[in-house]
């Protein structure tokens, strides 16, 4: 049983290291820890100025590796950081950007 739970730690590991390995999605997670909160899609991506499809990519990516949360209010995507997954497996990352 002790495998499978390191397998599947490893699994997580990798999503979030693929995530983390492009420049506009660490900008975006640096954009986040400093507002403190959580923003739009459309705000985040003003900020960084790129078209909302690659937008759309980078926060789908940041999410299904579990570093970030959506939540949809009316026709608005809103964006938060999961801090208890960075405290988990990157503890003081945030402190680094």
């Known amino acids: 049983m002790e495998k499978y739970s390191e397998q599947n730690q490893y699994e997580v590991l ?15 997670i640096k954009i ?3 507002k403190g909160g959580e923003m739009s899609c459309g ?3 003003e900020c960084i100025d790129i078209p909302k499809s690659t937008a759309s990519y ?3 990516t940041l ?22 997954t960075f405290e988990k497996y990157l503890p003081n990352f945030l402190d680094t950007l």
């Open 63 to 84: 999410r299904e590796a579990g570093l970030t949360r959506t939540r949809k209010e009316s026709l608005n995507i809103y964006v938060s950081l999961r801090e208890e």
């Open 14 to 28: 990798t999503k979030i290291f693929r995530a983390l390995s492009d420049k506009t999605r660490l900008e975006i």
């Open 32 to 34: 986040l820890r400093d």
């Open 58 to 60: 980078h926060f789908r």
């Open 43 to 45: 705000e985040i991506g």
